[in-house]
Structures are given as C-alpha cells and as structure tokens.
C-alpha cells in the first residue's frame, strides 16, 4: 500500500483511525490468504457522520459521501491489519443502504466506495459488489459496508 498516505492527500482526505466494533464481534478476521472485513459505518474519528434514511431524509449525494467514508474505513482498517506489500487486491464489497422503502438507486450510492477504492487501489479494486436497501441499520447508520480483501 505505497503511495497511499500521497494518493489520499491528493485527494483530500484524511484516514480515519479504525472504527472499533459497536458489538461482540471481530472487526476483522484474517483466514490464509483472505482478510475479511465487518461492517464498516460512516464514522469519522468515533463520531458516526452520516444518520438516517437516503431517499427520505438524506439525499443520493450524502449517501455517496458516506459510502467514501465507510470505503475509508475499510482502509484504515487494512493499514492496521496487513504489512506494507502483503495487499493483492479487493476481491468484494457488500453495501447496505439504509433507505426509504420506494428507493432504487442504491448502486449510486455504493458507487461513492467502489469510487474512492478505485482511485486509491487501480486494477487492485477491481472488486464485485451485492448492494441492498435496509429498513434500518446499527445506529441508525445511512450505509454499511463490508469487504473482502485478497492478500499475499
């Protein structure tokens, strides 16, 4: 992960420090050559940023914005748990969206991650992705997002 620290001052931002977990679970688990990521939310520096349902009181933009934030996190989360050059690629992201019950544009919105990893990783994001529309999610969090990261 050379360069990262650069690629996202270039970009203007900042790496959150890692999220710990709001429940009795691993934030990540490591199994061989696999690094399995838990649900990341939009927190920034433990403050949960982005609350509520995209489509009804927060817009596709915010919900963008949050899937760059959980895509961040996810990030911060390989910094603490891989070496310098033990990164191979991102196999899959998994995004929840937590929305209105007549939303549809839930891609878009994941698109604020697939974005981000794009910019910071190249061909190594080249990820799949299941997106789905929650009626509510932990801490009335807008999205979350998991990962499944391949390693050397």
């Known amino acids: 992960m050379i360069n990262l620290k650069q690629k996202l001052l270039r970009l203007g931002l900042n790496l959150p420090l890692a999220p710990t977990p709001v429940g009795a679970y691993s934030a990540t688990v490591r199994s061989k050559n696999l690094l399995y990521i838990s649900g990341q939310l939009p927190f920034k520096n433990s403050e949960l940023i982005y609350k509520g349902k995209i489509g009804q ?29 033990n990164f191979k690629r ?17 891609a878009e919105v994941l698109n604020g991650a697939s974005d981000l990893l794009s910019k910071l990783f190249l061909k190594k994001a080249g990820h799949v992705r299941t997106v789905m529309g929650c009626n509510s999610l932990p801490l009335n969090a807008a999205v979350e997002i998991s990962a499944l990261i391949e390693t050397y």
């Open 90 to 106: 991102i196999i899959k992201i998994e995004g929840f969206i937590n929305c209105s019950n007549s939303f549809e544009q839930h």
């Open 57 to 85: 009181n927060l817009t596709i933009e915010e919900g963008y914005e949050a899937a760059k934030l959980c895509a961040l996190n996810i990030v911060s989360q390989m910094e603490n748990n891989l070496q310098e050059n």
